[in-house]
């Protein structure tokens, strides 16, 4: 049974700041610097992320730059989990694979060190909200490449309108999120 009220979901969503028309005309920017900045929605957003997962062995998280370094770290303490930064391309020191994905306009790349997972460990990937799904969908080819295997994708933010999930799950990837919100 789920120990978390409909209510609890309510506040998290209620501490998440909407910037409208941020960074360009149209989109409602979900920011979660405030929920991050709440203590006890910063702890709810962390054991509810971790919640349907404990007791499971999970080998390392993922998290994707930068915001999901923040949640993706706490998860990892939580689950005893190792921490593997998924970096925007020439950050990572070591060598590195690297996976090209497609923006609205353009595309832009994501590394990963070459030994940060290893072949069968079992990874969960974290990011603060899925939109579109194609900086998911590209973490979740880097770790495969790897031969990992994804346990889930963890989100606090769903925007379902924009079909991230659906597409993840239609990878194989099983999906965990917590709060959704309508429109872009
Ligand atoms: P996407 O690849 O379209 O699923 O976009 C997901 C990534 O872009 C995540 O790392 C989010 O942090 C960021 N992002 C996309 N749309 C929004 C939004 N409306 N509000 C806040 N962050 C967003």
Redesign the pocket.
């Known amino acids: 049974m789920n120990a978390f009220t409909p209510e609890s979901r309510m506040n998290l969503r209620d501490i998440i700041r909407t910037i409208p028309d941020y960074p360009k005309p149209g ?4 920011d979660i610097t405030t929920l991050l900045g709440d203590a006890r929605g910063f702890r709810r957003a962390v054991d509810e992320l971790v919640q349907p997962f404990a007791g499971m062995k999970i080998d390392k998280i993922a998290g ?1 730059e930068a ?1 999901g370094f923040i949640l993706g770290g706490a998860v990892a303490h939580q689950l005893s989990a190792g921490f593997v930064p998924l970096r925007k391309k020439g950050k990572l020191p070591h060598k590195t694979r690297v996976v090209e994905y497609a923006l609205e306009y353009g595309t832009d790349s994501m590394e990963m060190h070459l030994d940060a997972v290893h072949p069968g460990e079992r990874v969960m990937l974290v ?10 969908l590209a973490a979740v080819d880097l770790l495969r490449g790897a031969g990992a295997e994804i346990v889930a994708a963890c989100f606090v933010v769903d ?1 379902p309108e ?1 079909g ?1 999930a659906a597409k993840l799950k239609a990878a194989g990837v099983p999906v965990s999120t917590l709060v959704d919100f309508a429109g ?1």
Request: glycine share 16%; net charge neutral.
């Open positions: 989109i409602m920017f979900r994707i915001r990011d603060d909200l899925i939109a579109t799904g194609g900086t998911a925007l924009l991230g872009h």
